[in-house]
């Protein structure tokens, strides 16, 4: 097994999943809102599913999308982190950057917060030259944490693979950063 990295940030602590997290990522992954870019909900099953699935990416390369929670009160938020690319996709194999935070924490600047000291490890640390982040052209909340941390729309949507063809979401917009422009910006 591989160190599991963990960060703490100002104001949010990133780590390894903990089984106590998984109620309330179901709760978020089952809300509407939360899930208004993706295909649709997730079951608890799925939820589940998906939390034991980064959780041993995490325990094997020591990396990933860890989980978020807020240090003054210890609670759970959701997740950041990095993820290879699915196979699927026309520029894989790629690292991407992502996150999911629950309804109650939007609006504080933590996907930012977060998302900033997720690219400082992965061009310190990785050693990465380049990390990219993906969404449906629709979800323009996403897209502003991307442009926060000094990620560049990349002009070349595609067509997400995964989701249907005919849903509003399946046209996606691209969005990279490399390591010379995050040195740049000192972020």
């Known amino acids: 097994m591989t160190g599991i990295y963990e960060f703490n940030t100002e104001r949010l602590k990133l780590r390894q999943w903990r089984l106590d997290d998984y109620p309330m990522f179901a709760e978020m992954n089952a809300c509407p809102k939360v899930m208004e870019y993706f295909p649709a909900p997730l079951s608890r099953t799925e939820s589940d599913t998906f ?5 041993s990416l995490i325990a094997k390369r020591g990396w990933g999308l860890w989980a978020v929670e807020e240090k003054l009160n210890k609670s759970f938020i959701g997740f950041t982190g990095l993820h290879e690319t699915p196979t699927e996709l026309s520029f894989s194999p790629a690292i991407e950057i992502g996150w999911r935070l629950s309804e109650g924490s939007w609006g504080n600047g933590y996907a930012t917060e977060a998302a900033k000291r997720v690219l400082r490890f992965a061009f310190e640390q990785l050693q990465l030259n380049e990390v990219v982040s993906f969404t449906s052209l629709t979800n323009e909340p996403s897209q502003a944490v991307m442009r926060r941390i000094d990620m560049r729309n990349a002009n070349c949507n ?12 399946n046209e996606h917009v691209l969005y990279k950063i490399n390591k010379q422009q995050w040195d740049e910006h000192g972020l």
């Open 51 to 55: 939390a034991a699935k980064i959780s």
């Open 158 to 169: 595609f067509n997400h693979p995964l989701v249907p063809a005919d849903s509003e979401l």
